[in-house]
């Protein structure tokens, strides 16, 4: 089993930055690609991007592509998702998740664990 703990959400203005966190613990040797996801009030979760355990790889949907960069620190076996100009649209609950498969990923499905979701509420 693989825990994983995002922290890092909050308030913040349009335009503004947060960097998510996800911390995982457990059989961290089992995963082999994290992903980040969100969902909105009434929308289905959204897939925003994925990484490679070793971090070479990414892959980001074109909605997030040049604003929210993933990245992963392995010695802290923790990943993050930094967001730039953030817009009202992006409020959503921000889900961490992982996969114990090579390669990346992009549907649910190719995660096998998820974190319990952080707040992201962007005032306008």
């Known amino acids: 089993q693989v825990q994983l703990v995002e922290s890092g959400g909050g308030l913040v203005q349009a335009g503004g930055s947060l960097r998510l966190s996800c911390a995982a613990s457990g059989r961290t040797d089992s995963v082999f690609r994290m992903g980040w996801f969100r969902q909105a009030p009434g929308k289905e979760r959204e897939f925003l991007a994925s990484i490679t355990r070793s971090g070479s790889s990414t892959y980001y949907i074109d909605s997030v592509k040049g604003r929210f960069t993933i990245s992963r620190d392995n010695a802290k076996n923790t990943d993050y998702l930094q967001m730039n100009t953030l817009k009202p649209e992006d409020a959503a609950v921000y889900y961490c998740?992982?996969?114990?498969?090579?390669?990346?990923?992009?549907?649910?499905?190719?995660?096998?664990?998820w974190g319990q979701g952080t707040q992201v509420t962007v005032s306008s």
């Open positions: 998740a992982a996969g114990i498969y090579v390669g990346l990923g992009y549907r649910e499905s190719d995660f096998k664990f």
